[in-house]
Nanobody, 126 residues
Framework: QVQLVESGGGLVQAGGSLRLSCAAS????????MGWFRQFPGKEREFVAA????????YYADSVKGRFTLSRDNAKSTVYLQMNSLKPEDTAVYYC???????????????????WGQGTQVTVSS
C-alpha cells in the first residue's frame, strides 16, 4: 500500500510563491511517475506537472511552464512543486499522484496514476 501526504498549500498574494511537498510511504520500488494535478470547483482534475521517477525527466502543463518547478528528494521519497509568480487563476486544490503500474496512459492523464493524496488548497488573492 502507498500513502501520499501533501503539505504546503495556503493563501498567497498574486506574484508570490508556495512550495508543495508530497511524501510517499509504503512501496518504493517500481514507481514510474509522480505527478501533480489540480482541480477547480466544478471541473475535472487537470495535469500540472510530472516527474519520471527512474530518471530525471520533468513535464509541465503549458499554463505553468516557466513558473512551476519540480524537484525531488530520493532519500525522503518526496517530490516538491515550487510555484512562483502565482496568479489568481492558479487557485485550486492540488493533488499529488503516483504511478506504479505503468498502464500505458500518458503522464498527463489521471488514468495513469494509482494513488492520490488528499489534496491541498492553494488560494492566490489578487
Amino acid at each position: 500500500q502507498v500513502q501520499l501526504v501533501e503539505s504546503g498549500g495556503g493563501l498567497v498574494q498574486a506574484g508570490g510563491s508556495l512550495r508543495l511537498s508530497c511524501a510517499a510511504s509504503g512501496r518504493t520500488f517500481s514507481r514510474y511517475f509522480m505527478g501533480w494535478f489540480r482541480q477547480f470547483p466544478g471541473k475535472e482534475r487537470e495535469f500540472v506537472a510530472a516527474i519520471y521517477w527512474p530518471g530525471t525527466s520533468t513535464y509541465y502543463a503549458d499554463s505553468v511552464k516557466g513558473r512551476f518547478t519540480l524537484s525531488r528528494d530520493n532519500a525522503k521519497s518526496t517530490v516538491y512543486l515550487q510555484m512562483n509568480s502565482l496568479k489568481p487563476e492558479d487557485t485550486a486544490v492540488y493533488y499529488c499522484a503516483a504511478d506504479y503500474n505503468n498502464r500505458g496512459f500518458s503522464y498527463y492523464s489521471v488514468s495513469r496514476y494509482d494513488y492520490w493524496g488528499q489534496g491541498t488548497q492553494v488560494t492566490v488573492s489578487s
